[in-house]
């Protein structure tokens, strides 16, 4: 108990969490979603791009109890921790880091609501124009949000393949965003 309440101890999961978490970025960062699709290869455009996968694990596993349900909790507070070092790497000190944590909580929250029942309901239009309100927010028309909703439909259907028991084995695997690629653009 004291060594979890001092961060001494190590959770038993975290090679999970590392090998989960390393997959949502991998996917996060697959370059056709940045050259192809031409979402903001900028440290924002990132987060934009971290928040859905990370959104796409979590709509997959929502209802689900026990140890798939711990290890998304988990999952999400490296999540954050990622983003608060994210932010103390570009230079935004200790008293600022609260105040903009607390407004990209809120924008991934945000997002999860919004993705949430446009992926429930398959609707690409609506998913796409979630996504270019989020991504691209000047941007009164963006072509590649089909796209990238199109894939993110195909991301969410591949993870509601996977079985649950695949994730407690640090397994999750996503679409490439090529194979969509000359098909919608």
Same mark, same amino acid.
């Given at each position: 108990?004291?060594?979890?309440?001092?961060?001494?101890?190590?959770?038993?999961?975290?090679?999970?969490?590392?090998?989960?978490?390393?997959?949502?970025? +991998? %996917?996060?960062?697959?370059?056709?979603?940045? +050259?192809?699709?031409?979402?903001?290869?900028?440290?924002?455009?990132?987060? *934009?791009?971290?928040?859905?996968?990370? /959104?796409?694990?979590?709509?997959?596993?929502?209802? *689900?109890?026990?140890?798939?349900? =711990?290890?998304?909790?988990?999952?999400?507070?490296? /999540?954050?921790?990622?983003?608060?070092?994210?932010?103390?790497?570009?230079?935004?000190? =200790?008293?600022?880091?609260?105040? #903009?944590?607390?407004?990209?909580?809120?924008?991934?929250?945000? #997002?999860?609501?919004?993705?949430?029942? +446009?992926?429930? %309901?398959? @609707?690409?239009?609506?998913?796409? *124009?979630?996504?270019?309100?989020?991504?691209?927010?000047? &941007?009164?028309?963006?072509?590649? &949000?089909?796209?990238?909703? #199109?894939?993110?439909?195909?991301? &969410?259907?591949?993870?509601? #393949?996977?079985?649950?028991?695949? /994730?407690?084995?640090?397994?999750?695997?996503?679409?490439?965003? &090529?194979?969509?690629?000359?098909? @919608?653009?």
């Amino acid at each position: 108990m004291f060594k979890k309440l001092f961060g001494l101890g190590r959770n038993a999961n975290q090679p999970i969490i590392d090998a989960l978490y390393g997959d949502i970025v +991998a %996917a996060a960062r697959q370059p056709e979603l940045y +050259a192809a699709w031409q979402v903001p290869d900028t440290p924002l455009g990132r987060f *934009e791009m971290l928040s859905l996968h990370m /959104f796409l694990f979590l709509h997959r596993v929502k209802g *689900e109890e026990g140890q798939v349900r =711990d290890l998304a909790q988990d999952l999400t507070d490296r /999540f954050f921790a990622e983003v608060d070092d994210s932010l103390r790497a570009l230079g935004i000190g =200790d008293m600022g880091i609260p105040k #903009r944590m607390k407004k990209l909580a809120r924008m991934f929250y945000g #997002r999860t609501a919004s993705y949430g029942g +446009a992926v429930d %309901a398959g @609707d690409v239009t609506a998913l796409g *124009e979630a996504l270019r309100r989020n991504v691209m927010p000047e &941007s009164a028309d963006w072509p590649q &949000s089909e796209a990238l909703a #199109r894939y993110t439909l195909e991301a &969410s259907e591949a993870l509601n #393949r996977q079985p649950v028991e695949d /994730f407690l084995q640090g397994r999750l695997a996503f679409p490439t965003a &090529s194979a969509r690629e000359e098909k @919608d653009i």
